[in-house]
């Protein structure tokens, strides 16, 4: 079992920046790859980044550079910086862990979820 628990989310203007947190605990993080998923109001839940157990990073196409997903093995910690934050990012931001080192864009790809956290995106 894995259990992760997001944090950071919040209200911020459009332009502005914020960093997301997880914190995992129950199996060695090191060894798996670790993800951000985002879930807006009526739409599908969808890939924003990943990370494997040794730094190797995927983006979606919709990061353009803004987002940077990174982890801390030694703290059992994944992070995702968002900068240049748009309306369209709001959403509920989903940290998800895979049991395979090699990053993955798919959800089914993902064994556990954390309960997410909101960012909303202000004008």
């Known amino acids: 079992q894995v259990q992760l628990v997001e944090s950071g989310g919040g209200l911020v203007q459009a332009g502005g920046s914020l960093r997301l947190s997880c914190a995992a605990s129950?199996?060695?993080?090191?060894?798996?790859?670790m993800g951000w998923f985002r879930q807006a109001p009526g739409k599908e839940r969808e890939f924003v980044a990943s990370?494997?157990?040794?730094?190797?990073?995927l983006d979606a196409h919709f990061v353009q550079g803004r987002f940077t997903i990174s982890r801390d093995n030694a703290k059992n910690m994944l992070y995702l910086q968002m900068n240049s934050l748009k309306l369209e990012d709001t959403a509920i931001y989903y940290c998800?862990?895979?049991?395979?080192?090699?990053?993955?864009?798919?959800?089914?790809?993902?064994?556990?979820w954390g309960q997410g956290t909101q960012v909303t995106v202000s004008s």
């Open positions: 998800a862990a895979r049991l395979a080192p090699w990053s993955a864009s798919g959800s089914r790809d993902y064994a556990y």
């Open positions: 129950g199996r060695t993080f090191s060894e798996f790859a």
């Open positions: 990370i494997s157990w040794n730094g190797q990073t």
